[in-house]
């Protein structure tokens, strides 16, 4: 057996006029994540998870925010293709474990969301994607609702 574990980080400001979407799921809210994709941390950092793992770089590596080819774009597409890059390489997914660190709205009421929509890109089981939010307690720049952070973990495992 041959296992990987990869770990990924990420923030984004937030600001008014801007969608909140957090894996894959828009949150009410009035104030948004600011980035050159959808700006969706929490997809972020498992795409960062997934890479660093098997050391294939990082998600700026494969889509640049430099490239007007991503603007916008929905992080779906860059965990369905980060997540093909993972099988093209032999392996499965063991489990993603993730904490998504905001001051507010609360994330629980969208966490099932949030799950399912991760479990389908990555076609695994829901009780194989951990997804767990935090408040930072109003300190530093989450508490002070400037911006959201996300980590990640991955276990991964070569297929026979
Ligand atoms: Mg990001």
Redesign the pocket.
């Known amino acids: 057996m041959s296992f990987r574990i990869g770990y990924g980080y990420?923030v984004?400001q937030l600001a008014e006029g801007e969608d909140l979407v957090i894996g894959g799921v828009v949150v009410p809210h009035e104030k948004g994540s600011v980035?050159h994709?959808d700006?969706d941390?929490l997809l972020?950092v498992i795409c960062d998870a997934l890479l660093g793992a098997l050391a294939l770089g990082d998600?700026g590596t494969h889509f640049p925010d430099t490239d007007p080819a991503y603007k916008g774009i929905d992080s779906k597409i860059l965990l369905r293709d980060t997540w093909a890059m993972v099988e093209e390489k032999g392996y499965v997914l063991s489990n993603v474990d993730c904490t998504v660190c905001l001051q507010r709205p609360k994330l629980k009421p969208h966490v099932s969301a949030m799950r399912s929509c991760v479990a389908d890109i990555l076609g695994v089981d829901v009780d194989q994607v951990g997804i767990k939010a935090t408040t930072t307690e109003k300190l530093g720049f989450v508490g002070l609702e400037q911006g959201v952070s996300a980590h990640a973990v991955v276990l991964l495992e070569r297929q026979a």
């Open positions: 990420d984004h980035g994709s700006a941390v972020h998600i």
